[in-house]
């Protein structure tokens, strides 16, 4: 199929695409909440029940956490045997007072779906499987194809991991397609070529037995708030790196071809201020931003909380204090490591006479990367050139997505990762949404994907 | 009234008076939260009641905040003139889950009384007028009495500070009372010396215009939740010295015959610990505690908060953090200048790119101090001797009671702040309660005080 034949299946189906869209988007699968486990269930079935539909086979796999669902067609013998990924739950929707519109009831506004997923990644999933859907129903689909669709890409992945051996004595592809990323610019197509691994630990402080009156006991208790907020200032040092020891191992510099992919994409400080509300400013000062994003490690603060958070003022001491914290990794990091040694940091920087309490919420996998010499880079940089008319960009992104790279080892490391999102669709934040526009973008890339790939 | 009368008083009554003392515990009047303004209203009307049943001349002061209730009556000529100061707030009531009894639901469980206010300071309130009724009933109340209650203790005194001048205009007194505070020991009666100031301040860092994604953002944007965590480190330094520039103006140390004060107190490190689960290392770590607590400021984070607070983990730089802080002062520090200073602080080490928020509580007041060689103080040691067959305790005390220094001028700076709390009465935290026992002291203390105070 040709783009403008692509193009006329999409206008003529879009009413039931997005009715589709639509009810994959209702399912609250929110995996990091066992509040949603039953949603998260529904949400696997029912694409188990769409790819039956487009004559796969399924299976759902069961996981310690969240089914697997892996679905396979075979195509024509020399075709290419292409594996995807994609993942059906969601990030939590608080703080809901701040969406504009219920984030379980998809709604457009503007030529946008407006709903938690509706880009990440359920947005990106459903275009993938209605490109397979357009290219079956014109018996244009000649790849083999294997589609895994996981359900805690948001808590961890903790499910797929632990069948990890299994699933990949069953898959034997030559390239893996993700489209979980963004466009560096709109109109851009953007190749991602790297990928952060990701650590997660929450960190409890135990100070004493109850909240204590901080005028009685100011100045002879330790404030567990105060302790844990001096913890979390030992994380950096002045210059924004990463105060924790060895935790660089593994960590390099782009070479001198990755440089210049970097400087094509021409990173704009006034651009980010103007789209985020600050300065680019965080990290290490002196590192380039997109080196920082592609090629450096962070620890995050994701979210903290201790004592009187109510209206007004209340003098406690208060009896403990909580932080969430995530690390990306870059380069050659192991996360197993990486955990051991924030861990064994913040030992080191807790105060005597209080209780530390570490809560895992499970290592997320490393970083990820692919080869610039990568056929399939070169296959994707003609058809995106071709089918968009413009150079695609090649991007090392910040964000995670854990098992990819687990997965490429069933295609030899070859994948190949473009997504249609934008920075400003707001995933994992309040009103989060996908242009329909984009939404057909990903549409014709992956059915000419699908088509044009040949096995390198 | 000797002991004797008054005991049997009490026994005679006590069905009643503690029903009463019940109904005044009822009234959520918590005065930092606005969404419990009518009950603070509403309990000072009962207490006016009260007040005009013991023939007592009545005034609902209004001001900006909650009423502030003078009651007076007048004694013989050559009788003390007594101020009596108390207030008739609360401290909010949660964490709610944490406590066994609703806690506007008074229960009285092995002897003692278990509610929000039991002591702190509805409860040492109560007992005051209870003894001024047990007077006024058998004709023995010589003394003119003059009664403040305010109704804004717990959240800056605002109201009364306000009308400050105003109310001074008409008081006139020899000595004031407090009864607010906390035997050192049980069954040691403890005249507090001194009281610490208080300054509350709360703190906004905003960051990135909404919560942004940690992966895509990570290593660029400064996250608000570290950037805090960071500016709260630095207002003390490594030996938990407060390290806000010019701090430290107008504290002294205790002088010989103070220091031999707290050295009879007998302050035990194995004892706190027991009692709060935390050993006493908070503050400077040279001083002794009961010069920490007394004679040292603090400044405590008594909350925090930012981004994700729920279950499991989200990726997310959150869009802002917030600190809730107050600071105890000491000696002759002057709390406008100390509030000034701490906000200097805190904007010197904000970081550049993101708004710096204050959120002011009020300016609670100086911190108070009694002279050595008061006659009111030497009066008291005596009575307290006689009355309880031992020999009290001079303390100077960490809480604060904002207005007490502006009152006393009233007095001449003649005060007798003692009280029969201890430290297990969880005061400010779940699970507050009062013993029965310690009521019927603090009545047979006040009564007998009342009668035996000579003009000096």
Same mark, same amino acid.
């Given at each position: ?91 939590? /929707? =608080?703080? +809901? !007072? ?6 379980? @009831?998809? *709604?457009?506004?503007? $030529? ?25 129903? /014109? =018996?244009? +689909? !000649? ?6 669709? @996981?359900? *805690?890409?948001?808590? $961890? ?300």
């Amino acid at each position: 199929m040709h783009k403008s034949e692509l193009e006329k299946y999409f206008e003529t189906n879009e009413k039931r695409i997005l009715q589709e869209y639509f009810d994959l988007l209702r399912f609250k699968s929110i995996s990091t909440d066992p509040a949603y486990h039953q949603d998260c269930l529904d949400c696997a079935v029912w694409l188990q029940r769409a790819l039956e539909q487009l004559t796969f086979k399924t299976e759902l796999i069961e996981t310690p956490g969240k089914p697997v669902l892996l679905a396979e067609r075979s195509g024509k013998p020399d075709a290419p045997r292409i594996v995807f990924y994609g993942h059906y739950d969601v990030q939590p /929707a =608080d703080p +809901l !007072d701040l969406w504009e519109s219920p984030p379980f @009831e998809p *709604e457009i506004r503007n $030529g946008r779906v407006y709903a938690r997923g509706a880009l990440d990644n359920k947005g990106q999933t459903f275009y993938f499987l209605k490109a397979v859907e357009a290219l079956v129903a /014109a =018996d244009a +689909l !000649d790849a083999s194809l294997t589609i895994i669709l @996981e359900g *805690e890409e948001e808590s $961890g992945s903790g499910g797929i991991i632990t069948i990890m051996d299994t699933l990949r004595s069953r898959i034997s592809g030559d390239v893996l397609l993700v489209c979980d990323t963004d466009c560096f610019r709109p109109g851009l197509p953007t190749i991602v070529m790297g990928l952060r691994g990701l650590v997660k630990l929450e960190v409890r402080l135990d100070g004493p037995k109850r909240d204590l009156h901080s005028g009685l006991n100011g100045g002879v208790c330790k404030n567990p708030a105060q302790e844990l907020a001096r913890v979390i200032a030992t994380l950096h040092d002045e210059n924004g790196r990463i105060a924790v020891e060895g935790y660089y191992e593994g960590i390099r510099e782009p070479n001198a071809e990755e440089q210049s992919f970097l400087d094509q994409l021409g990173f704009s400080a006034e651009e980010y201020e103007r789209e985020n509300g600050v300065p680019p400013t965080g990290g290490e000062h002196e590192l380039h931003p997109l080196v920082r994003i592609g090629f450096q490690p962070t620890i995050e603060v994701n979210g903290m909380y201790a004592g009187y958070t109510g209206a007004g003022a209340k003098t406690i001491i208060p009896s403990s204090a909580t932080v969430k914290l995530t690390s990306r990794l870059a380069g050659k990091q192991n996360p197993v490591d990486c955990l051991a040694r924030l861990k064994a940091h913040i030992q080191k920087h807790a105060p005597a006479g209080m209780q530390l309490h570490f809560i895992d919420h499970g290592v997320g996998g490393p970083a990820f990367s692919v080869d610039l010499d990568s056929p399939y880079v070169s296959q994707a940089r003609t058809l995106l050139r071709s089918l968009f008319e413009t150079e695609p960009m090649l991007l090392w992104e910040g964000g995670s997505i854990p098992v990819v790279s687990a997965l490429a080892e069933s295609t030899a490391g070859e994948a190949l990762v473009v997504g249609f999102g934008l920075a400003s669709d707001n995933i994992h934040a309040p009103n989060e949404s996908f242009a329909i526009s984009r939404f057909k973008e990903g549409f014709l890339y992956v059915a000419t994907a699908l088509q044009a790939l040949k096995r390198a």
